[in-house]
């Protein structure tokens, strides 16, 4: 399996402007996580789902993030409009509950994002 | 609410002697897990080892082993035969073991060095 992927690497945009970022978790994995990994803040859950719903995004700044699975392959995560205070890496896991247990997470290579 | 704390920023350790990584959490609940994740410069986040609260047996993963006191809510990481490879951050994370609820809460981090 290719692991979890995330989309871009790197992104570097101008404060105001739309920043997507995008996931796609392991196959058979129903389980997806988004992540904001700071200096100050440490990791941070922002949002996850289960079965494509949202389970809990009370880490989600509502004002200017949002959280999307469309289907069990795909998810984004949009900031609209982009502060510089978002500047992070945005990490983006996957697992799948196993007889009651939910297995580890398996993180994504992260996404730099630089807010100017 | 549930906290992890992580007291060392930093922490040097000389190839091939052991190391231990302290980390302590609250709860009020009785049924959780414990992780610790290693975070190498490539930025990926690797689990390292698992830890159920309801067994009082400590896990071990080869180099890797936990020390676990449940009453002291302390979960620390033992690295055995340090290798150069270990250099790395490590995070302590925490999770319900409550069905429904698969929100981790992480802490901040300890810096792994290891010189040669």
């Known amino acids: 399996d290719a692991g979890v992927i995330q989309s871009p690497r790197h992104e570097v945009t101008e404060m105001g402007q739309e920043v997507t970022l995008r996931c796609k978790p392991i196959?058979?994995?129903?389980?997806l996580f988004w992540y904001r990994q700071t200096m100050m803040q440490g990791l941070e859950l922002l949002v996850y789902?289960?079965?494509?719903?949202?389970?809990?995004d009370s880490g989600m700044p509502k004002d200017r993030f949002s959280a999307k699975m469309p289907n069990a392959s795909f998810s984004t995560l949009k900031i609209q409009p982009s502060e510089p205070r978002d500047s992070a890496v945005y990490f983006c896991?996957?697992?799948?509950?196993?007889?009651?247990?939910?297995?580890?997470?398996?993180f994504g290579p992260g996404t730099r994002l630089l807010v100017l | 609410a549930q906290t992890v704390t992580q007291s060392q920023p930093e922490m040097s350790v000389q190839e091939a002697e052991t190391v231990t990584l302290s980390c302590t959490y609250d709860?009020?609940?009785?049924?959780?897990?414990l992780f610790w994740y290693k975070q190498p410069p490539s930025r990926q986040m690797i689990l390292v080892i698992r830890q159920e609260a309801y067994k009082q047996q400590n896990a071990t993963e080869n180099r890797f082993s936990v020390n676990f006191q449940k009453a002291a809510k302390s979960f620390s990481l033992k690295i055995s035969d340090s290798q150069l490879g270990d250099a790395a951050m490590y995070f302590c994370?925490?999770?319900?073991?409550?069905?429904?609820?698969?929100?981790?809460?992480f802490g901040t981090g300890t810096r792994l060095k290891v010189l040669a």
């Open positions: 896991a996957s697992s799948f509950v196993a007889e009651g247990f939910q297995e580890t997470q398996y």
């Open positions: 196959s058979g994995h129903d389980y």
């Open positions: 994370a925490y999770r319900r073991g409550s069905s429904g609820t698969y929100k981790y809460i």
């Open positions: 789902f289960n079965n494509k719903a949202v389970m809990d």
């Open positions: 709860t009020s609940e009785s049924d959780y897990y």
